[in-house]
């Protein structure tokens, strides 16, 4: 894999090892089209691996003519080379040899997101030579790209159900091994695209600690064997990360919670995925009687690196996001207003004439390709924020949102509790939102570590249509928080000194943007706090004493910290430990995990860096959306009832 200038960027690195592969696995600083053009052949796992990285347009530049997954009927194409980018699964192996027989194409480049196997490669190798096609294929590559993608410091292992998995009364252990080995694998295809060798903190008992020592063993191979691919890392010997291993159980209420910031707002409200939204669209069109409106769904990629309304606005507070869409919106109305006053001047001097000709040409050549490009991107968020602000009003998140504020921050007065028994039970409301946003308040509240009797939880249970998880939710809220202190609840104590208020200036500044859907929403500014995960990784990061602190009942000292550069045998007793503060982390939570945390991880980067330069990526099994944790917190209720 080639070097680049952000030894730290996942996004920059496997994009750069994706464009390798896309030319034949040479490096793709000058892609060249005169060699002719590709097939790009991908399955279901390797599909959400390009899908946040590459558009059509980017592929069609890199010489790719076509994109098919691999299980689909396919055409020959008999002097073209095709690039297979897939899972190194049996049936995979299976297809290939097939289409290797069939001669589908003039050559092929085969690259698997992980390492493929002896039994598969052998597999691979017996298919070939009985159908005598072994010439036809020309490369066979173990990529480690086994993971997604979203940010330079975001990635999920798109591993569907994983807290409902892991948690199950069901699993085998079979089931469970699977499982950890697949989390394993993806963990070191991220090392591997980064060439770090990170020190390993974890829990000491657990799946973590199962995902640990193998990550750890797989490591420590790796690095004896002679396809070592971490042996040039430029920042081996330098600066090495911590990698921080996380259960989702030590904090289920940032879960379920309500979100106010634009991002978390797109995957809560709109389900985004893979960066891309999509929602209805009103267009106008001609029709028999004049012009005509109609709604059409319509699919939005948002490029963190490309986009930078989205890279500079996506934690902001969403009336922020549209105060910043109007003035996008007015700045741009405000350079095409300059174009047609050059066109209206007083072109009567055959000096004017030329000047403003040349004026206006200039203008054209320089600015107006930039310009359409910009406004194609402020109707795009701004389609979205109405989307978003449509879904605000007709379920009032916002007064979920800032009831669920208080309570996490442990701000509850009398009239705020009432407030929250009003709006889980709908007495005297007109039914604010939807059951599963009042049982996302109901989840909060119970899951705050305030004493609740059960009288009460029985008689606000009995509003929901299904309220089997609260025998799941009591066990685990005996095993994981009955423990700690009492500064230490879920969502853990606000850090800053302001709490949710109204942005009234934001919200009078819409102007016309949204004047028809605005009346009536409350606009919020979130509190800034440091989520449990957050105050765990500043402990790990800086190598806090965590005695006498908030901390103390986690015992973070009696984590596992292990080095895969240590011999086995020297790491069985007391091995060395670094000494200064890391500076760069990787912090992967086991079961599920979602924007809130990433953008407060975000956040802690950006308070501290007056202090110091700290770079963290997040990572996390899936991304799951509230509600979709929510169902399978009530499918484990099922299972242990």
């Given at each position: 894999m080639g070097s680049t200038t952000d030894t730290f960027n996942l996004f920059q690195k496997q994009k750069e090892c994706l464009r390798e592969i896309l030319n034949f696995n040479r490096p793709a600083d000058n892609v060249s089209l005169s060699e002719g053009w590709k097939v790009l052949i991908y399955d279901k796992e390797t599909l959400n691996i390009l899908t946040p990285l590459f558009t059509s347009e980017e592929l069609h530049s890199l010489g790719v003519t076509l994109h098919l997954p691999l299980h689909s009927d396919r055409q020959s194409i008999p002097d073209v080379p095709a690039v297979y980018f897939v899972s190194s699964t049996p049936e995979?192996?299976?297809?290939?040899?097939?289409?290797?027989?069939?001669?589908?194409?003039?050559?092929?480049?085969?690259?698997?997101?992980?390492?493929?196997?002896?039994?598969?490669?052998?597999?691979?190798?017996?298919?070939?030579?009985?159908?005598?096609?072994?010439?036809?294929?020309?490369?066979?590559?173990?990529?480690?790209?086994n993971f997604v993608t979203l940010d330079k410091d975001l990635f999920e292992l798109h591993h569907k159900n994983s807290y409902l998995t892991l948690n199950s009364p069901k699993l085998t252990e079979m089931e469970a091994t699977h499982i950890i080995d697949s989390i394993t694998e993806g963990l070191f295809s991220v090392i591997i695209s980064l060439g770090v060798i990170p020190i390993i903190r974890c829990p000491k008992t657990g799946v973590a600690e199962m995902i640990a020592s193998k990550l750890e063993a797989r490591l420590r191979e790796h690095l004896n064997s002679p396809s070592n691919l971490l042996l040039d890392s430029s920042i081996v010997n330098f600066q090495r990360p911590v990698l921080i291993l996380l259960d989702r159980n030590i904090d289920l209420s940032v879960m379920v919670s309500h979100t106010w910031t634009y991002q978390t707002l797109l995957h809560d409200l709109l389900d985004m995925k893979l960066n891309g939204v999509t929602i209805m669209v009103e267009e106008e069109g001609d029709g028999s009687g004049g012009k005509t409106v109609k709604e059409s769904k319509k699919t939005y990629s948002l490029d963190p690196i490309e986009d930078t309304f989205w890279a500079n606005n996506m934690s902001s507070p969403f009336p922020k996001v549209a105060v910043e869409v109007q003035s996008e919106l007015n700045d741009y109305k405000s350079k095409m207003e300059e174009i047609e006053k050059i066109k209206a001047s007083d072109n009567s001097a055959p000096e004017n004439v030329i000047g403003n000709t040349q004026r206006l040409g200039k203008f054209v050549?320089?600015?107006?390709?930039?310009?359409r490009a910009r406004k194609k991107k402020i109707d795009l968020h701004t389609n979205i924020a109405h989307a978003l602000l449509e879904r605000i009003k007709k379920r009032e998140i916002d007064s979920y949102f800032s009831l669920e504020e208080k309570i996490l921050l442990g701000l509850k007065s009398a009239a705020d509790k009432k407030e929250i028994?009003?709006?889980?039970?709908?007495?005297?409301?007109?039914?604010?939102?939807?059951?599963?946003?009042?049982?996302?308040?109901?989840?909060?509240?119970?899951?705050?570590?305030?004493?609740?009797?059960?009288?009460?939880?029985?008689?606000?249970l009995a509003n929901f249509t299904d309220a089997s998880f609260l025998k799941y939710l009591k066990k685990v809220r005996s095993l994981v928080y009955g423990s700690l202190s009492s500064d230490m609840s879920l969502a853990s104590s606000a850090s800053s000194g302001y709490r949710g208020q109204l942005m009234q200036k934001g919200y009078d500044s819409l102007s016309g943007l949204f004047s028809a859907i605005h009346t009536g929403v409350k606009f919020y500014l979130p509190?800034?706090?440091?989520?449990?995960?957050?105050?765990?990784?500043?402990a790990l990061m800086d190598m806090k004493p965590t005695t006498g602190s908030g901390l103390a009942s986690l015992n973070l000292d009696s984590y596992l910290y292990l080095d895969?550069?240590?011999?086995?045998?020297?790491?069985?007793?007391?091995?060395?430990?670094?000494?200064?503060?890391?500076?760069?982390?990787?912090?992967?939570?086991?079961?599920?995990?979602?924007?809130?945390?990433?953008?407060?991880?975000?956040?802690?980067?950006?308070?501290?860096?007056?202090?110091?330069?700290?770079?963290?990526?997040?990572?996390?099994?899936?991304?799951?959306t509230a509600n979709d944790f929510v169902r399978q917190l009530k499918e484990l209720g099922h299972l242990v009832s």
């Open positions: 995979n192996i299976k297809r290939i040899v097939e289409d290797c027989a069939k001669r589908l194409y003039e050559s092929f480049y085969l690259n698997f997101s992980s390492s493929l196997s002896q039994e598969l490669t052998d597999e691979l190798v017996t298919g070939s030579i009985a159908s005598d096609s072994v010439k036809l294929i020309s490369k066979v590559f173990d990529q480690y790209t050549v320089e600015s107006l390709p930039e310009l028994i009003s709006l889980i039970t709908g007495e005297g409301t007109t039914s604010k939102g939807t059951e599963e946003d009042r049982l996302r308040l109901f989840l909060v509240y119970y899951l705050s570590g305030e004493k609740i009797e059960n009288a009460e939880i029985e008689a606000l509190t800034s706090k440091e989520l449990y995960i957050t105050k765990i990784v500043d895969p550069k240590i011999p086995k045998m020297a790491n069985q007793g007391s091995i060395p430990r670094k000494n200064s503060p890391f500076k760069e982390a990787i912090v992967f939570v086991i079961g599920g995990g979602n924007y809130v945390e990433y953008q407060n991880l975000l956040d802690y980067v950006k308070a501290t860096s007056v202090k110091s330069s700290k770079k963290i990526i997040y990572g996390t099994s899936e991304l799951v």
